[in-house]
């Protein structure tokens, strides 16, 4: 019954960065000059790749003081992968609700990269992650929301003992 919070990232991170610009740009073999700005894009590719990551500390403390929080990945190198170090063989995750940035979207088509490697190289969208009961679910999100953070219910806690994905009418097991 317990769930996953996801806190929306603001871009790529760090994560995957080097996958992202061997890809993307021209001088290490991809298809884009630095300053490109493809159809949907605000800004040239440089500048959203290298977006600063948010930091997540000040929100962390906050819910730390009012709720329980019974796990917290910060979504980095390793992607979703890292929900594996919760688990300790007792459980598992589905994982879902993904809406990620327009910038996963062109490095997966520019790459020809799979969902699977996707969710295990980058953010998807959401740079860090809580489990915590559900009846606290609705108070978590009135309260990042008046902190001007984007967040979301991203899945819940299965007795599966895997990481499992749901993206684009698709399962993604991990």
């Known amino acids: 019954g317990d769930i996953v919070l996801g806190l929306r990232s603001s871009g790529v991170h760090s994560n995957g960065l080097t996958l992202a610009r061997k890809v ?3 001088k290490w073999g991809g298809r884009f000059a630095f300053s490109a700005r493809p159809a949907r894009f605000k800004r040239s590719l440089v500048e959203e790749c290298l977006e600063s990551t948010r930091i997540y500390v000040k929100p962390f403390l906050k819910l730390a003081k009012k709720f329980e929080i019974l796990g ?29 940035q327009p910038i996963f979207n062109l490095i997966q088509k520019t790459g ?63």
């Open 72 to 100: 917290a990945v910060h979504i980095t190198g390793d992607a979703y992968l890292k929900f594996e170090k919760l688990m300790q063989g007792k459980i598992g995750f589905e994982l879902d609700n993904f809406k990620p």
């Open 24 to 26: 993307l740009f021209k």
């Open 112 to 174: 020809r990269i799979s969902d699977k490697e996707m969710f295990k190289t980058f953010n998807m969208g959401w740079g860090f992650a809580l489990v915590m009961h559900k009846k606290d679910a609705a108070q978590t999100l009135a309260l990042l929301k008046k902190e001007k953070i984007k967040a979301g219910v991203i899945g819940k806690v299965t007795l599966a003992k895997k990481i499992v994905i749901k993206y684009k009418n698709k399962i993604i097991a991990l």
